[in-house]
């Protein structure tokens, strides 16, 4: 775990009330991911979602960051449940490594949700969980807490908001949402339910802030699919998507386009075949007998009547779409003129992946087309006028902007300003921050709820610290240095020339005379220790460590990490 420092906020105010209603968001405050809130009144807790977040660029080795439980453990009895907005990773993905750790609470959720969750338990074969699924016109009692569901719209089926009816008001988690008029599936947001929660009173919303800054409504998935549509007929080569596996609205468009136009669909891409299982076996895709065939049999068929539905368009480097272009596919190779539809916004830090990725693909003759030429993505959060159109309808009390970097937040929050919000109704809050409400009032508090990343590495959770992750960060910039020197056990004489190895710092044929001045180094401090003390084999590494890396940086101006080994016979 890291202690992160904290970015000083604008305004904190007093310390609490006496028996408040207490709200904290404990990821997904700071960055885009990891999304976990805690909702606590007396001896109850309820907690929506448990995400990952995917590593950063300056986090070598880390396969993803999850949240920091540890403030809850002391509480166990006290979660009267786990309620999971829908099934993407930024929601599901820590289920595996912290529901044992808080007792394995139940979890209520929609069905499609439900199965991706079940599905991701098996695959990292823990203790079975305890998962109630739910009907959005269910209502539920969780100790002091009353909670009732609306259909939103996203990306992935049964998307979902929460209203918590609370002794305190009502609290409204948006979970990831737009709105869209027309989607594929004809399920529109339940509108009504919304209305009847305005009217009835809203204390809080904790509103997505993922699009927060854009302009105008989200582009719905049905103009989406009208533009794929005019694209695949008109194209006479191989048509290879690259999508997200958990984008299954637009999955579901593609195989439904490839039928009218009389194509087959190869989907590759474990985490795409997995979903595209789940969603078939959940009747959310329907193929025609004979519409998907195996990736094996693609070149079975003429160019004209072929669509690849593959992950990677986020230039991962081992998804399916980047293996294509490397030629390291077992079935399929670029071929000229293929077309290739990257069906994805970029995420933010991939974009250096993406271009090249795009750049081997044209280098290969391939055509590509992207969110930037044509209307062929459609993002899954609202924009500003979807918001505050939500704002309008739920009429909060107060509002608090979730999911998102500071930026985002503070851009969702210029929504409520422009819609007359009083800026102390507006909480822009932090990582672990509590907010307190009680008597109708609410404020933002100083005190934090433990919310440091915890770092999945492997089979290892929570074990790389900051000061491994800070060794990698040197490896990765400046390489290592690896002194070796022999010693007499008795006198402390070095025995021959020390040996110096080089990894990801110089090439030590080319680097000669550095490498011999290194040597000379590491004698001399050998030899100047006190010839009446004892060999210490502690004080010799260290100087080694310390010495030859003051002069490689005067040298190179770099600080590889210096491994010293010294070896007494």
């Not at 700071?30 to 977040?53: A, H, K, P």
């Not at 699919?225 to 579901?252: C, D, H, M, P, Y």
């Not at 822009?428 to 009032?441: C, I």
């Not at 210490?536 to 080994?565: K, W, Y």
Request: charged share 25%; proline share 4%.
């Amino acid at each position: 775990m890291i202690q992160r420092k904290r970015p000083q906020h604008r305004k904190y105010r007093p310390a609490g009330f006496k028996n408040p209603l207490k709200v904290a968001v404990i990821g997904g405050l700071e960055e885009v991911g990891r999304n976990m809130t805690m909702i606590e009144y007396g001896n109850d807790i309820l907690l929506l979602d448990m995400g990952l977040q995917f590593p950063e660029e300056d986090m070598p080795g880390i396969d993803y960051i999850i949240p920091n439980v540890s403030a809850l453990k002391s509480k166990i009895k006290n979660i009267r449940g786990v309620i999971i907005t829908h099934g993407h990773y930024d929601h599901i993905g820590a289920i595996p490594h912290l529901m044992a750790e808080l007792g394995n609470p139940v979890i209520y959720t929609l069905p499609f949700s439900a199965e991706i969750i079940r599905k991701r338990q098996e695959e990292y074969k823990t203790a079975p969980l305890n998962i109630q699924q739910v009907g959005l016109d269910d209502k539920l009692s969780l100790g002091k807490f009353h909670v009732e569901f609306f259909r939103v719209n996203h990306s992935i089926p049964d998307s979902m908001a929460v209203a918590v009816h609370t002794p305190e008001g009502t609290i409204v988690h948006s979970g990831d949402w737009k709105f869209d008029y027309s989607p594929i599936d004809g399920l529109v947001a339940e509108f009504a339910k919304i209305v009847r929660l305005g009217e009835k009173g809203v204390l809080a919303f904790l509103g997505d802030s993922t699009n927060a800054g854009l302009a105008g409504h989200q582009i719905s998935e049905r103009d989406i699919g009208e533009t794929l549509q005019t694209l695949f007929a008109k194209t006479n080569s191989r048509i290879i998507v690259g999508t997200f596996s958990s984008l299954l609205s637009r999955v579901r468009q593609v195989i439904e386009i490839a039928e009218r136009l009389g194509r087959r669909v190869a989907v590759d891409g474990y985490s795409m075949k997995t979903n595209v299982e789940i969603a078939k076996k959940m009747g959310y895709i329907k193929p025609r007998p004979g519409t998907l065939i195996d990736i094996a049999s693609v070149n079975n068929f003429p160019d004209n009547k072929i669509i690849i539905l593959c992950t990677g368009a986020q230039g991962e480097e081992s998804a399916c779409l980047m293996r294509i272009a490397n030629g390291e596919h077992k079935c399929i190779q670029i071929k000229p003129k293929d077309t290739v539809v990257f069906s994805s916004s970029i995420i933010p830090g991939n974009e250096r992946t993406i271009q090249r990725l795009r750049d081997t693909l044209v280098k290969k003759g391939a055509e590509i087309i992207h969110y930037q030429m044509m209307d062929v993505h459609a993002g899954g959060h609202a924009k500003n006028d979807d918001i505050k159109l939500m704002l309008s309808l739920l009429k909060p009390k107060y509002y608090i902007p979730i999911e998102g970097n500071q930026y985002l937040l503070r851009e969702n929050a210029k929504n409520a300003e422009s819609m007359g919000f009083e800026k102390q109704n507006i909480f822009v809050a932090l990582n672990g921050q509590v907010m307190e409400f009680e008597g109708g009032k609410g404020i933002m508090t100083k005190k934090f709820l433990t919310s440091d990343y915890v770092f999945v590495d492997g089979l290892g959770v929570g074990d790389v610290s900051e000061v491994v992750l800070r060794d990698r960060q040197v490896l990765a910039r400046d390489g290592m240095v690896v002194v070796i020197a022999t010693i007499e056990g008795k006198t402390g004489a070095l025995i021959g020339s020390p040996d110096i190895i080089s990894r990801g710092f110089v090439y030590l044929k080319e680097n000669k005379k550095l490498i011999e001045e290194v040597r000379e180094k590491v004698r001399r401090i050998i030899r100047d220790k006190d010839q009446k003390s004892s060999v210490d084999n502690m004080l010799a590494r260290n100087r080694i460590r310390n010495e030859i890396g003051e002069f490689l940086f005067r040298q190179t101006e770099r600080r590889p990490m210096i491994l010293p080994v010294v070896i007494e016979v």
